[in-house]
């Protein structure tokens, strides 16, 4: 047996340290409890959610060509919006990596609006711009538009930090411009994660087009609203099943495109 | 020609001075100087290799005259104009100067043929350098011109990642021509490749750099290689010039001795 002394398991946690985790699991018991979610309350509504699936199936295809014409329309949305989003997302990115902006004031704003664009939820984006430029596809277009910026230019940014060095060493040594360094030794290297980033930003760009139509801004939502509205939960059944395949569908061509790209 | 001649040509005004550093000094913290006081000139056309121990200051040295990093004070002159303080013209000084780093520094993705026009940045040719996708003619064919003088024209679609380290260091040599620079600063361009590799990119950026009348100045841990291919070693060492002397009249025990 060796005379040394083994040492503990765990670590013996300090006072603050202890005093956190303890209001951190407080907090968490006082959400369940503010939430009011209780067993009784769960008994009464699965039999209700049990009946609300019974009244959805069979799904009624009474509509399927107003579904189909209205998923397209979201999907042109999510695409246009996701386009549009990436391109402003680029400049942005590159202001707002702190190796490449002109200025530090730069980065700390760019940034700024970045969080902004992406704390703010996309409905609310959708409000705005249905308040802006009136009930439609565009307000959507815009709104996911913003939404993809959010998302975007952060990761573009942090894919542009992470980068090698080492070339951006080269092009500057030979007196390369700022641009040339960036076009010719950062973003090559960056391209697989902007493109991974880009493709998620399309998926969920297609989901976040979804509800946009709930408050005006076109796509598929306001189907979904109506036929809610209306009870005509059979109907509502077609285009979540619709819903669902776009999304799908969506998420395997993106999964694809990343296998053969990357 | 060799090192003794030049020094002395220079010294009576004879040779051009391509560099001249005049009481260099760089310190990275108050307690840490790196080196201080550091003077010599560097005869146009001539090789010169920089030796010393870890921390000696040669890359720091080498990453001084393109202003990669900035200096604390003393002067350095590429060709009779100031290289250093808030005088020089930066970008006209680094395209006058090609550097081989250590690690090739090329982007991965890129094809070799692209990482070479890439050099072309360095004569403000502008967007058409920035791929080879994009760059004129001429451009391309300069740069698989470039490639044939390394010998990797058969490589030039590949991808640079997909290079050995030594091809990858000779595509960073091809780079470096392709800026069509008066100086080549290599730091350690052996360091990180086996020794056949080492000993085979050694001996191509030398001879090719004196076919070209390039002045060279490069940094070595490796001493035959200072001895071999340089005309003039300068050791680094306690915050100063420790020897600067003709390779010709040096041995390896001698530079060894500086080490201890």
Redesign the interface.
């Known amino acids: 047996m060796s005379e040394n002394i083994l040492p503990t398991r765990f670590d013996r946690p300090n006072p603050l340290t202890f005093a956190i985790a303890v209001a951190v699991g407080a907090f968490v018991l006082v959400s369940f409890y503010h939430s009011g979610l209780s067993f009784e309350k769960l008994d009464r509504g699965l039999p209700a959610l049990a009946r609300l699936g019974a009244q959805m199936f069979p799904p009624s295809i009474e509509r399927l060509p107003q579904v189909l014409t209205m998923l397209l329309q979201t999907f042109e949305m999510a695409v246009a919006g996701t386009l549009l989003g990436l391109i402003f997302s680029l400049p942005l990115a590159i202001l707002a990596a702190p190796s490449l902006s002109p200025h530090p004031l730069c980065v700390w704003l760019v940034r700024g609006l970045v969080a902004l664009f992406r704390t703010v939820p996309d409905l609310v984006w959708a409000i705005v711009f249905v308040i802006a430029v009136g009930l439609g596809p565009a307000a959507g277009v815009l709104a996911l538009m913003i939404d993809t910026i959010g998302f975007a230019a952060r990761f573009f940014a942090e894919a542009m930090e992470e980068t090698?060095k080492?070339?951006r060493?080269?092009?500057?040594?030979?007196?390369?411009?700022r641009s040339?360094v960036i076009?010719?030794?950062v973003i090559?290297?960056a391209?697989?994660s902007m493109i991974n980033t880009s493709l998620f930003s399309l998926e969920k760009a297609t989901r976040g087009s979804v509800v946009l139509g709930l408050v005006g801004a076109g796509g598929i939502g306001i189907e979904l609203k109506v036929s809610l509205e209306l009870f005509d939960y059979d109907q509502a059944a077609t285009t979540i099943i619709a819903i669902f395949i776009l999304v799908l569908l969506v998420e395997r061509a993106s999964t694809w495109v990343r296998s053969r790209i990357l | 020609m060799n090192a003794l001649t030049q020094n002395f040509e220079v010294a009576a005004g004879q040779v051009p001075v391509a560099i001249s550093i005049r009481n260099l000094c760089k310190s990275f913290t108050r307690e840490r100087r790196v080196f201080s006081d550091v003077s010599f000139d560097v005869a146009e056309g001539s090789i010169v290799a920089l030796i010393g121990a870890n921390g000696a200051g040669k890359s720091t040295l080498l990453r001084c005259l393109?202003q990669?990093i900035d200096t604390d004070s003393g002067d350095i002159e590429i060709f009779g104009k100031r290289a250093n303080g808030v005088r020089s013209d930066?970008?006209?000084?680094?395209?006058r100067?090609?550097?081989v780093?250590q690690?090739?520094?090329?982007?991965?993705?890129?094809s070799a043929l692209t990482n070479v026009v890439?050099?072309a940045?360095?004569r403000g040719v502008?967007?058409r350098?920035?791929?080879q996708a994009l760059a004129p003619v001429e451009l391309r064919a300069e740069a698989l011109h470039c490639l044939e003088r390394v010998g990797l024209a058969h490589v030039a679609s590949q991808r640079a990642d997909s290079l050995s380290g030594g091809q990858s260091q000779r595509v960073?040599i091809a780079?470096?021509l392709m800026?069509r620079?008066d100086i080549v600063l290599a730091d350690e361009p052996a360091a990180s490749l086996d020794p056949q590799a080492g000993e085979e990119v050694m001996q191509l950026f030398a001879a090719l750099m004196r076919r070209e009348k390039k002045t060279v100045v490069f940094t070595s841990h490796n001493l035959n290689h200072a001895l071999q291919y340089a005309d003039r070693v300068i050791a680094l060492g306690q915050g100063g010039i420790q020897l600067d002397a003709p390779s010709r009249g040096l041995n390896e025990q001698d530079l060894r001795n500086l080490y201890v």
């Open positions: 090698d080492g070339p060493e080269a092009l500057t040594a030979m007196g390369a411009s040339g076009f010719s030794a090559p290297q391209l697989p | 393109p990669l930066t970008k006209a000084t680094r395209s100067i090609g550097f780093f690690k090739h520094n090329l982007v991965g993705r890129l890439h050099g940045q360095a502008g967007i350098a920035w791929s960073a780079r470096a800026q620079p």
